[in-house]
């Protein structure tokens, strides 16, 4: 077994991305392939599409061309097994994919997830582990029509709007919301309810922290703590105590 990091320094130098139908690689692993060319543009890349009309032919190609634009090298192949039938191709493809594990030897096999619904997908990915035994192999979901989503075991966090890598656990992703959170009911406290509003920070080692401009029931709040102390001020009325001490404040 070869042991290989996926970025950085251990970055493989050819890379073997399987797609059951066009569109499949980039939706599935389009971003980790683009930060793969960030971070090592030395990359070697064979993307095998294995069926497509002639039309999704044309677009596959041109879309593969954009994507691996700065690798030092792009094998881009469409084949034409039949879509919808791999379970009943399976033998001329595993034939396919035999020939691309000796003529190709990748560091690095992007695939399909095997615990997909979706049986073109799920035949490429089993054989992708008959004929890659001694390769690092990792497989991407397509979420699709049979809600397959499974049971990941590494995930990595990219903005859905650039694709551009998070730069800590996807706080700038989706994810920001618990962040900010946290932050305000962590180190602000602020808890609103139907009856009160609630300030009771958590006690950490924090020197000074003052959070305005916030709305809660339609009154304008801000909260400034320092040293022990906490002041929150409702409208213009304020309310102190000291950290530890939660202050309830009617509405
Ligand atoms: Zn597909």
Same mark, same amino acid.
């Given at each position: ?94 034939? +396919?994919?035999?020939? %691309?594990?000796?003529?190709?030897? #990748? /560091? ?5 997830? *095997?615990?997909?619904? =979706? ?13 890659? +035994?001694?390769?690092? %192999?990792?497989?991407?979901?397509? #979420? /699709? ?5 499974? *049971?990941?075991?590494? =995930? ?96």
């Amino acid at each position: 077994m070869r042991a290989i990091g996926v970025f950085g320094s251990g970055a493989p130098s050819r890379v073997l991305c399987l797609g059951a139908h066009s569109d499949d690689i980039e939706i599935g692993c389009g971003a980790t392939v683009l930060r793969l060319l960030e971070e090592c543009p030395k990359t070697q890349f064979t993307w095998v599409v294995l069926s497509a009309t002639p039309e999704r032919e044309r677009e596959a190609r041109s879309s593969a061309a954009s994507f691996l634009v700065g690798a030092k090298s792009a094998d881009i192949r469409v084949e034409r097994f039949r879509e919808s039938h791999f379970p009943w191709e399976g033998s001329r493809i595993k034939d +396919r994919l035999a020939g %691309i594990a000796r003529e190709i030897d #990748p /560091e690095l096999v992007l695939t399909h997830w *095997r615990g997909d619904k =979706h049986q073109d997908h799920r035949t490429v990915a089993e054989l992708t582990w008959n004929h890659f +035994r001694d390769h690092l %192999i990792l497989e991407y979901e397509i #979420p /699709e029509w049979d809600g397959d989503l499974g *049971r990941p075991n590494c =995930h990595e966090h990219y903005n859905p709007l650039t694709g551009q890598a998070c730069v800590y656990r996807g706080i700038d992703d989706y994810m920001h919301s618990w962040v900010i959170d946290l932050i305000i009911r962590g180190v602000a406290g602020v808890e609103p309810s139907a009856a009160a509003l609630r300030v009771d920070p958590l006690p950490m080692a924090i020197e000074e922290a003052h959070l305005t401009g916030l709305r809660v029931r339609g009154r304008r709040v801000e909260v400034r703590r320092a040293g022990g102390q906490v002041r929150v001020d409702v409208d213009g009325t304020t309310h102190e105590a000291r950290v530890g001490e939660p202050l309830g404040i009617g509405w």
